[in-house]
């Protein structure tokens, strides 16, 4: 059964690689979830602090060189999802979005028409995704400590559960899931051409990723 779905995933990649235009895109991700249940107090080093995003770190992020979704970030703002930054004095260092809607593949890149909901959320759920440090601060594990701070922070307003995407081919974003404790659910496999879009989800604790996610682990480990 799995071949004839890894079959029929590839036929779909073709398919919306060889459509005659330029709005489309797939992915082929893993879905993490991490319970809040044990989640510990994160120390914050000086001089860094945190804070929910404000109309000026959003400006900030909109207009700043390293912004891949330029117009997203306000339209983000404006129907609900919150964005925990990581300041170091005044100076915005990195951020993670946070979704209390739903799951979803796309996120708001250029316009919300894009975005494929498939996990509706619970009022004890959320769903985290665009976690970004600036390249200037980068390997000083801010990745990381912006991670865990947003499930302290989530933890103190009731939620229990969070849910993020990650592509199986980023390998940074895959190591911070082993450092913060996350486990991968299932596989999600979404499309999109201009107005058809499409999710297909794996089987919750697919033995085959499971045995991916203790591979990747070793090699992570050695």
């Not at 103190?156 to 081919?169: A, H, P, T, Y």
Request: glycine share 6%.
């Amino acid at each position: 059964m799995q071949q004839r779905w890894n079959m029929f995933y590839r036929m779909l990649n073709l398919a919306v690689r060889l459509a005659p235009t330029r709005w489309k895109f797939y992915g082929n991700t893993i879905l993490f979830r991490k319970t809040l249940n044990n989640v510990q107090p994160v120390p914050i080093p000086t001089p860094y602090r945190w804070k929910w995003a404000s109309v000026e770190e959003i400006a900030f992020m909109d207009k700043h060189p390293e912004a891949d979704m330029p117009t997203a970030y306000p339209r983000r703002a404006a129907y609900g999802d919150r964005c925990l930054c990581l300041m170091k004095g005044e100076e915005l260092v990195g951020y993670q979005w946070i979704s209390f809607r739903s799951g979803c593949t796309w996120c708001d890149p250029l316009r919300t028409s894009w975005e494929i909901p498939f996990l509706p959320l619970k009022a004890t759920q959320a769903f985290v995704y665009d976690l970004y440090a600036y390249k200037q601060f980068r390997g000083q594990g801010l990745g990381k400590l912006i991670r865990r701070l947003s499930f302290r922070i989530l933890k103190e307003q009731g939620i229990e559960e969070v849910f993020s995407l990650v592509r199986f081919d980023n390998v940074i974003a895959l190591k911070v899931r082993i450092r913060t404790g996350e486990e991968p659910e299932r596989t999600v496999n979404y499309y999109r051409i201009r107005g058809w879009g499409k999710v297909f989800l794996g089987p919750q604790k697919d033995p085959q990723l499971m045995q991916w996610w203790a591979r990747f682990n070793e090699r992570t480990a050695a």
